[in-house]
Nanobody
Framework: QEQLIESGGGLVQAGGNLRLSCAVS????????INWFRQAPGKEREFVAG??????YYADSVKGRFTISTDNFKNTVYLQMDSLKPDDTAVYYC???????????????WGKGTLVTVSS
């Protein structure tokens, strides 16, 4: 059974960096596009970044600051977050989709999330 497990969240000051990890098990790594979403307090969940067949794609709000990458040996997808802002505070979720898409409605597998807090 495919599973996604996020890690790496925490508290960081504005301007700082953090790297999130999404460990993909059960064969999903080679089958699905892997995406990151986030949900800030009181807001809708939104797409952040994704990777499909090694091609990355990003939300406009994080372009130039966040980088998504993969480690094929570890079946892990990373989200490197630089120049963090207080507005980046959210629970970050890893999600898998059969197609390259930014819509959460198309996600088939979700992780439980990891909290990122950016202090001002």
């Amino acid at each position: 059974q495919e599973q996604l497990i996020e890690s790496g969240g925490g508290l960081v000051q504005a301007g700082g960096n953090l790297r999130l990890s999404c460990a993909v098990s059960g064969g999903a790594f080679s089958t699905y596009a892997i995406n990151w979403f986030r949900q800030a307090p009181g807001k809708e969940r939104e797409f952040v970044a994704g990777v499909s067949y090694s091609v990355p794609y990003y939300a406009d709000s994080v372009k130039g600051r966040f980088t998504i990458s993969t480690d094929n040996f570890k079946n892990t997808v990373y989200l490197q977050m630089d120049s963090l802002k207080p507005d980046d505070t959210a629970v970050y979720y890893c999600a898998a989709s059969s197609i390259s898409t930014t819509s959460q409605d198309d996600m088939e597998i979700w992780g439980k999330g990891t909290l990122v807090t950016v202090s001002s």
